[in-house]
């Protein structure tokens, strides 16, 4: 999947400071936005703490790093308090 994405962006991504947050532009000017499909799973099965964080991160990032944000929605919501 990582791939996939690092391909597109390799392919089309001509501006480098048209770059955030999954957009780019290409060499003609058209903007794209690279949007994996398990983007769109992680939103809508998120509880709202994994939302907050998911998007707080990649709203940081020019294309985005599916493990990273893989590892936002998988940590624990739970606070273990030692005894």
Not at 11 to 31: F, H, N, R, T
Not at 33 to 41: D, L, S, T
């Amino acid at each position: 999947m990582q791939e996939e994405i690092e391909d597109y962006w390799k392919k089309l991504s001509a501006d480098p400071k048209a770059e955030q947050c999954g957009w780019l532009k290409d060499k003609y000017g058209v903007s794209w936005q690279i949007w994996p499909m398990i983007m769109g799973e992680m939103m809508a099965n998120g509880t709202n703490e994994q939302l907050d964080r998911l998007i707080k991160a990649f709203l940081q990032m020019k294309k985005f790093y599916i493990e990273k944000l893989n590892r936002l929605i998988t940590v624990s919501d739970c606070y273990v308090a030692p005894y």
